[in-house]
């Protein structure tokens, strides 16, 4: 119950946006082009 | 005009319950963005940024790949020489150590512990999604995938 409730309330799109960031700063140059949002950041 | 009842409203909750399950992507796009600038969080993606110069050279050649669950793991060290091979256990020791303590740190920053396990599904995807093509990646499955 405690997991759907995680799940539910998750917000999945910031914490895309999060990855890409921070994905970008470990990978420079390497990573696949970030989505918009996550140049916006 | 006939009057509507209470048990009327009681019966669409289930309705409005499902609406919101199915569609959780609609209050997500409009959430703040999550908290990423702690120190501990900056200072963990310097340390992951320094260990990916070692990482690249075995992630190129699919020595090791990434793991849909945020990790990194060995993949196929049989060209390996054995102190290389030792080294090499260290620096994934290291990575999977960092990568989770990076999720935990997330989640604790936006005062969320319990997002951890979803931060490192999510972070498993975007990584595996933004990765150059060659490289591997192991699915749900256990199967390793050449991207």
Same mark, same amino acid.
């Given at each position: 119950?405690?997991?759907?409730?995680?799940? +539910?309330?998750?917000?999945?799109?910031? !914490? #895309?946006? !999060?990855?890409? *960031?921070?994905? =970008?700063?470990?990978?420079?140059?390497?990573?696949?082009?970030?989505?918009?949002?996550?140049? *916006?950041? | 005009? *006939?009057?509507?009842?209470?048990?009327?409203?009681?019966?669409?909750?289930?309705?409005?319950?499902?609406?919101?399950?199915?569609?959780?992507?609609?209050?997500?796009?409009?959430?703040?963005?999550?908290?990423?600038?702690?120190? !501990?969080?900056?200072?963990?993606?310097?340390?992951?940024?320094? %260990?990916? !110069?070692?990482?690249?050279?075995?992630?190129?050649?699919?020595?090791?790949?990434?793991?849909?669950?945020?990790?990194?793991? +060995?993949?196929?060290?049989?060209?390996?020489?054995? *102190?290389?091979?030792?080294?090499?256990?260290?620096?994934?020791?290291?990575?999977?150590? =960092?990568?989770?303590?990076?999720?935990?740190?997330?989640?604790?920053?936006? $005062? %969320?512990?319990?997002? #951890?396990?979803? +931060?490192?599904?999510?972070?498993?995807? $975007?990584?595996?999604?933004?990765?150059?093509?060659?490289?591997?990646?192991?699915? #749900?499955?256990?199967?390793?995938?050449?991207?």
């Amino acid at each position: 119950m405690v997991g759907c409730a995680s799940t +539910l309330f998750f917000p999945v799109h910031p !914490a #895309e946006k !999060a990855a890409d *960031k921070l994905i =970008d700063d470990i990978w420079p140059g390497v990573a696949k082009s970030p989505t918009p949002e996550a140049k *916006k950041q | 005009m *006939k009057p509507v009842r209470p048990n009327f409203w009681v019966s669409l909750l289930p309705a409005l319950i499902a609406c919101l399950i199915a569609a959780p992507g609609v209050s997500a796009q409009s959430a703040p963005d999550l908290d990423i600038n702690s120190a !501990a969080i900056v200072s963990l993606a310097k340390s992951l940024a320094n %260990r990916f !110069a070692h990482l690249r050279p075995h992630l190129d050649t699919g020595v090791i790949g990434l793991t849909h669950d945020g990790s990194v793991a +060995l993949r196929d060290s049989a060209s390996l020489d054995v *102190k290389v091979l030792l080294v090499l256990d260290v620096l994934i020791a290291e990575e999977n150590k =960092d990568r989770a303590t990076l999720y935990r740190e997330i989640a604790r920053a936006n $005062r %969320r512990p319990e997002w #951890e396990s979803d +931060l490192r599904t999510t972070f498993g995807r $975007r990584w595996i999604s933004r990765m150059p093509a060659g490289w591997f990646y192991r699915n #749900e499955q256990g199967q390793w995938v050449r991207k």
